[in-house]
């Protein structure tokens, strides 16, 4: 974690925050302002798709729409079955809700055919078996060990104007160790911050682990934190009062459901070296508050934030819990998040794989362009013009990597002084980029 001591600089924060959020489509808010608009029918649809993740709000607002008959004929049958239900994830009110409803009908509803359709559907320990985890689910139990590391730069603007932030990004890991197919997940404040962590990472080596799979997507979550001295803690209380109307507008649009600035502030109490995480403790205190708001997120169809849940689940070494991040996985490719839906490649078989690497393509995902090439030539059904179209398309991107060059070198194998001259050029871009020759040998 990079710190920078701003002893003989002015101390300046940048408190960046709602002026980047991007709106959900899907998420709480973005539902409720469609209800507050009338927009009955999409507020429903969007509110049932949130219920699906366990969002309790979700499914009490469904409840309400038909008790009123909101989007649709009103159905107190309905209306009782998703108030028990928001009780059984937790919010008791809606038990009260449930049993005013349970006067005004003849028959018991708990018998009815549509309280045992939705009490099947959103049944919580179903939910629990399917997504549910601890905090404790989520510690890091394959952490690879690095042989040579540099910390990126800590950019000379962002020192002066205060700025901090992260960069989250994935990579693979060669046969030799080195860092490869970088690519950046997500990055705050954008613009930032991104080019020096892939300059560093260039540089940096592992211990490659054994499975191929293994070496495969690599997460890192970079912060860049300003030092915190004498000084800071003296004006500490002064920044409380400068900032409190910013982070009272965090608060309130994490509460009211915006699923970016949930997702956000999870990534922020993440790390305690923040400022903004110092300014956010005195509203979220518990230990355990990033795991809080990165699930509020989740829940509430962030796939950036699904895809981190996801991440961290996959690296627990317990079987059930990486069923679970699996899950979470699949979530989030559905939610249509490129990244998602190339790592999802990584845990199916081919008929799944080459549907995943296709969803991942079509969005512009290189690693999954690449793939998808390599995957077409190896069977031998495939259609020429197809390995053609998605060669052309990782061109455009990156017409020197040595993956692409090695595909195109066993597209031409029948060939061979084009196959041969392709090899070349493979190991020499693999050289020229300090990526491991091995493979990418006749």
Do not use: C
Not at 95 to 120: K, M, V, Y
Not at 188 to 213: D, G, I, T
Not at 290 to 318: C, M, P, V
């Amino acid at each position: 974690m990079r710190r920078t001591n701003l002893a003989s600089t002015t101390f300046v924060i940048l408190l960046v925050s709602l002026s980047y959020a991007l709106p959900v489509r899907g998420d709480l808010a973005s539902a409720t302002k469609a209800y507050q608009a009338q927009q009955y029918t999409e507020a429903y649809q969007q509110f049932k798709t949130l219920a699906t993740l366990g969002n309790v709000d979700a499914l009490y607002n469904l409840a309400v729409m038909n008790l009123h008959g909101q989007g649709r004929e009103q159905n107190l049958n309905k209306a009782f079955s998703y108030f028990v239900l928001a009780g059984d994830y937790g919010l008791s009110a809606a038990d009260n809700h449930a049993r005013l409803i349970a006067q005004q009908l003849e028959h018991n509803p708990e018998h009815s055919e549509i309280f045992t359709q939705l009490a099947h559907q959103f049944d919580i320990r179903e939910h629990n078996r399917r997504l549910g985890f601890e905090s404790s689910d989520l510690g890091d139990t394959s952490t690879l060990s690095t042989t040579y590391q540099v910390q990126p730069n800590y950019p000379s603007h962002a020192i002066e104007k205060g700025i901090e932030g992260w960069v989250w990004a994935e990579f693979d890991i060669d046969a030799s160790g080195a860092v490869k197919n970088t690519v950046v997940i997500d990055a705050y404040p954008p613009h930032v911050f991104e080019e020096s962590v892939l300059a560093a990472l260039k540089r940096w080596r592992y211990v490659p682990p054994e499975s191929q799979n293994a070496r495969r997507g690599r997460s890192l979550l970079y912060h860049f934190n300003t030092h915190k001295g004498e000084r800071y803690r003296q004006s500490f209380t002064s920044q409380q009062r400068l900032y409190a109307e910013e982070i009272s507008a965090l608060v309130e649009a994490a509460e009211q459901g915006q699923s970016d600035i949930q997702y956000r502030i999870a990534t922020w109490l993440s790390s305690e070296q923040y400022n903004v995480s110092q300014l956010l403790k005195a509203h979220w205190p518990d230990n355990d508050a990033n795991i809080t708001l990165l699930r509020a997120s989740a829940q509430n169809n962030n796939a950036k934030a699904q895809y981190r849940l996801a991440k961290k689940l996959l690296n627990n070494s317990d079987p059930r819990t990486r069923q679970i991040g699996l899950n979470w996985l699949r979530v989030a490719a559905n939610n249509q998040l490129s990244a998602a839906q190339w790592t999802m490649s990584l845990h199916t078989t081919n008929s799944e794989r080459q549907m995943w690497l296709k969803r991942s393509a079509k969005q512009g995902h290189l690693r999954a362009q690449i793939d998808l090439v390599q995957l077409l030539l190896e069977e031998p059904k495939s259609a020429e013009q197809d390995i053609t179209f998605w060669l052309n398309q990782a061109q455009q991107q990156d017409n020197t990597h040595p993956d692409l060059l090695w595909a195109q070198a066993l597209f031409n194998k029948h060939r061979g002084q084009a196959y041969q001259q392709l090899m070349s050029q493979a190991r020499q871009q693999a050289q020229s980029r300090g990526w491991s020759e091995a493979a990418y040998q006749d």
